[in-house]
């Protein structure tokens, strides 16, 4: 016994394992000047290295995918990395859109050097406020009004011309005309009276038929000068037109042949003002309508005349500025493609080149587009017109309606803009390898993973580094030094957060929020210093403000409600850890663990999983169960157990294998009838061979029992075994390390089931000796022998059936 | 600055067509815009329609496409109709605008007994469009005393 006692003893945590200290730090973060040199990102030179080589790297997909959980401050990384390649990259070119005179539902796109956009629409306004006054100017002139004036004169005497003669015509032919509503009438005179049929009759025949003839003639004469009263007409026009334009073209000529030596060096601009100058002449009437409109409420703005010169300068970037880095936190499609605006006017929606707007690609044309992926892909549509748009390298600003072929109406349709822009996507782990799983088209485009590392190794170069980047985030928030013990004290806390003793985590935001949070408490106490004590203060009310189902489950355990056991012995019977995790916060809480045994068919039934409460890894850890008893115990029969465990009071679902070894325990203490300590606590997991595995949660689920077992008494006796494996993960709370090293709660780590069951029934396991036998008394040899009783009475059931059926 | 009129008795509006009727209201609710005069519309009918329409051969060439149709006595006392009834209502609406009591007679060339009195003092003005010249009764008119303003 003694030898139990001694090998139990020699598996306790030693004191130095339960919280690894931090190493003395002469930083004090605030304070020390050089300390809080450009730390950022050490840790991360993986991802780093990752992002400069997809943002340095100008091929065809390499955009930038960067993994990285929430809070990692990824943005804050890629902003800072795309700034140094911004620089080298410069200023893109501008864009504007411009109408398009043959086809002004197509508006043409128009590119510009960096900062000429701007002064290019503003040229083109002040040219449309000179046109406005110019053009009309010089249709107002004398000259144009005597030249119009002689123009109509002309054309008056033509047509007149063309009635007189037919009246004088008609007149010595003793015909007239008369006009209808609708027309003219022919009709014979005779002292200036229309002639009737009963006068006519009396006529001689040679005069009737003189008359008919004349009339006869006469007609076609009038339908000639009918047919050709439009065609003079149209000749009017024609010649008013023309010199319209012969005066607009004076006017506008002077006025442009600034601009087109200004811009002569931009081909595309010298197209555009020859395009300008040859509509302004065609359109050239239109500059001097002055008659109202047929009705008063249509009449508008004669601005609108001339709002098809206007330029519409979509993206704009200064000349000297670096390429733009562009977040775009709401990447709906309209934010990020761009869209058509219209106006309503008399109850319709109007649009035109000038209701063109740019969304983030072309905003970020020439640079970088940094975007989450998670807000991407919760945006109808925007995912695949991310995708169109690389793959085009243009952007069509379009409604997704009219991408998808669901408008029939005639809409604006913007010339593509030609698109080169870096790519950066930001999101979580999972996302990114279900689109490398599930869009084929996503590798070919996204071909740098940037993989963001959630912590670093806690070694003694980066603690010392941990503590630079601690002071460049206190000064960067503007908070209070911290002294070297507080730096110290978050340094622990970080590798709490990494759930490693020997890790530091790299969870930017949860750090900010220690930080500000111990700020805080120290200017509660009007300190100009953050102690450690203010880094405690925050993690303890932190805690208290997110414990409250915590307390509510710790109440029910020591008022009996869910019933754990902290004192005693039972047969089948094991305190097992969990823990529940609410997202910012989590904790771990003792669950009873119950086992029955009788003769059967070699199964192990995991009630949990019977009725759908187990998760699969739960169920895969309870089958490991019968693998393990068969392989260790009476390896020579039929296992012929029935075995049923449970996780009591347990009514939401069970997921992990942390219970395995307690549930192992339980069923090994039902057979042996061997009775379990019940203030101990167990968790981890085992293989099939007895081995003990890491969990996860270790600190919890010490602290979860912890707190049970003070609730109850400490009284020394209280215990917690967890794996060998996860010793280095421990970062125990304070008072948890304290109650050790006062000798009143105890962990113990163990490699093995031998140890635990040593440990949680105080009797030697027991190992198989050259005999192949274990040793008699031992915890092994009781369930080696039950599970051979087993064996013999299922034979014996099985023959005794046998024979019954044979009998019968 | 505006002259004095002369007292006015009766004025007289000559129609033929509603082409000119605007002009010709204007004119004379400027007449009697200070005077307490008599106004009467006379609308003269044109026989000359129907006598051409008679004639058998006699068809009306199309202003809009200078084609030609049939110009009928049917067509040509259509025409009449409509005419009278657009030159009556249109006159009745000008009338209600100008807050003013018209007299709206029809007349044929040769009622020339009728013309006389209405036009038989120095007083009285007859207001008729310029084309009113070319018609036969116009050369009556022009023998009377009356004042006489084209528009």
């Known amino acids: 016994m003694s030898g139990t006692s001694d090998r139990i003893r020699a598996l306790a945590v030693p004191l130095s394992e339960l919280h690894k200290a931090c190493q003395p730090l002469s930083i004090e973060a605030g304070r020390d000047e050089e300390a809080a040199a450009r730390t950022a990102y050490f840790g991360q030179q993986r991802a780093i290295d990752a992002i400069r080589f997809g943002i340095q790297l100008d091929s065809e997909g390499y955009n930038v995918f960067v993994l990285g959980p929430l809070g990692s401050h990824r943005h804050g990384l890629v902003e800072k990395l795309a700034q140094e390649r911004a620089q080298d990259k410069g200023a893109p070119d501008d864009w504007c859109y411009i109408n398009n005179f043959s086809d002004p539902e197509r508006p043409r796109v128009l590119r510009l050097p960096a900062g000429r956009g701007g002064e290019f629409r503003d040229n083109m306004q002040a040219l449309i406020a000179e046109i406005r006054l110019a053009i009309p100017a010089a249709f107002e002139n004398d000259d144009y009004s005597n030249q119009l004036k002689a123009l109509e004169e002309e054309t008056q005497e033509e047509l007149d011309d063309l009635w007189r003669s037919l009246h004088e015509q008609a007149a010595k032919e003793n015909i007239t005309v008369l006009q209808t509503p609708t027309g003219y009438v022919l009709a014979p005179v005779r002292d200036d009276k229309v002639i009737d049929d009963s006068e006519f009759e009396k006529l001689p025949e040679e005069k009737r038929e003189a008359i008919k003839k004349s009339i006869q003639r006469l007609s076609k004469e009038l339908q000639l000068r009918i047919e050709s009263i439009p065609k003079i007409r149209k000749r009017y026009r024609e010649r008013v037109r023309a010199l319209d334009r012969e005066v607009a073209a004076h006017a506008v000529s002077v006025l442009l042949n600034d601009l087109k030596k200004k811009y002569d060096h931009l081909p595309g601009v010298l197209s555009y003002l020859d395009e300008v100058q040859k509509d302004i002449i065609e359109n050239a009437q239109q500059f001097r309508q002055t008659e109202a409109p047929v009705l008063p409420f249509l009449s508008h703005d004669s601005s609108a005349i001339f709002a098809s010169y206007e330029v519409n300068l979509i993206v704009s970037n200064e000349p000297d500025a670096a390429a733009p880095i562009i977040y775009e936190p709401n990447p709906s499609y309209p934010n990020l493609v761009g869209k058509v605006e219209h106006r309503a006017e008399m109850g319709a929606l109007l649009t035109d080149f000038r209701l063109v707007r740019s969304g983030a690609l072309l905003q970020a044309n020439g640079g970088f587009l940094i975007l989450d992926i998670h807000r991407v892909l919760g945006r109808p549509f925007v995912w695949e017109a991310l995708k169109q748009a690389l793959f085009t390298k243009q952007v069509r600003i379009e409604s997704p309606a009219e991408t998808l072929g669901f408008v029939t109406t005639t809409m604006l349709k913007p010339e593509p803009v030609p698109l080169d822009v870096k790519i950066i996507l930001i999101g979580e782990r999972w996302l990114y390898y279900l689109l490398s799983a599930y869009d084929r088209e996503f590798s070919n485009l996204f071909k740098v993973a940037a993989d963001l590392d959630d912590d670093i190794e806690r070694s003694t170069d980066n603690v010392t580094a941990y503590a630079r980047l601690i002071a460049e985030r206190v000064q960067q928030r503007d908070l209070l030094p911290f002294a070297a013990a507080a730096v110290e004290r978050v340094i622990e806390q970080r590798a709490r957060h990494a759930e490693d003793g020997e890790r530091l985590s790299m969870h930017m935001r949860s750090l900010d929020d220690l930080l500000i949070q111990a700020n805080y408490w120290a200017k509660q106490r009007r300190s100009d210093m953050v102690a450690v004590e203010d880094v405690a203060e925050a993690i303890r009310q932190r805690k208290y403000r997110q414990n409250r189902l915590q307390n509510k489950v710790v109440d029910a355990i020591k008022r009996d409600t869910l019933l754990i056991d902290t004192s005693g012995e039972c047969v089948g019977q094991v305190n097992g850890l969990s823990v529940i995790d609410l997202g910012e916060y989590r904790f771990g809480h003792p669950a009873r663990i119950t086992a029955t045994t009788r003769v059967g068919k070699g199964d192990v039934v995991d009630i949990e999983r019977e009725v759908k409460l187990g998760g699969a890894i739960h169920s895969k850890g309870v089958m490991i169960l019968s693998a393990a008893l068969s392989a260790r115990y009476a390896p020579d029969v039929p296992l012929s157990l029935h075995g049923t465990i449970v996780f009591e009071q347990s009514y939401g679902g069970v997921e992990g294998d942390s219970a395995s070894i307690g549930e192992l325990c339980a069923l090994l203490s039902s057979l042996s009838n061997v009775p379990i300590r019940q203030n101990l606590a167990v968790t981890g997991s085992v293989n099939q061979l007895g081995r003990m595995q890491a969990i996860g949660g270790v600190n919890e689920k010490v602290e979860g029992f912890y707190q049970v077992c003070r609730e109850r008494g400490l009284d020394g006796s209280h215990a917690v075994i967890i794996p060998h494996d996860n010793v280095k993960h421990l970062m125990l709370a304070d008072e948890v390390v304290e109650a050790v090293r006062n000798e009143q709660f105890n962990i113990y780590a163990a490699r093995h089931i031998d140890e635990v069951i040593e440990i949680l029934t105080g009797q030697e396991a027991g190992k198989r000796g050259k005999d192949r036998q274990f040793p008699p008394g031992t915890i092994n040899r009781l369930v080696e022998d039950k599970l051979i009783q087993y064996a013999i009475k299922r034979q014996r059931f099985s023959e005794g059936t046998s024979n019954d059926k044979q009998a019968s | ?151």
């Open chain 2, 1 to 151: 600055m505006t002259s004095k009129r002369a007292d006015v008795r009766r004025i007289m509006l000559a129609l033929s067509d509603a082409s000119s009727l605007p002009d010709l209201w204007r004119a004379a609710t400027e007449h009697l815009a200070d005077q307490e005069a008599e106004l009467v519309t006379v609308f003269f009918n044109d026989d000359r329609w129907r006598r051409a329409a008679s004639l058998p051969f006699t068809r009306e060439i199309l202003r809009i496409s200078g084609g030609s149709t049939e110009f009928t006595r049917t067509r040509a006392e259509k025409l009449d109709r409509e005419i009278i009834a657009a030159v009556q209502r249109r006159s009745q609406q000008f009338a209600t605008e100008a807050k003013v009591r018209f007299v709206f007679e029809i007349l044929s060339e040769q009622e020339i007994i009728k013309i006389h009195e209405l036009l038989s003092s120095e007083s009285d003005i007859l207001i008729a469009p310029i084309s009113f010249q070319g018609r036969p009764i116009y050369n009556e008119i022009a023998r009377l005393k009356c004042q006489i303003r084209f528009v």
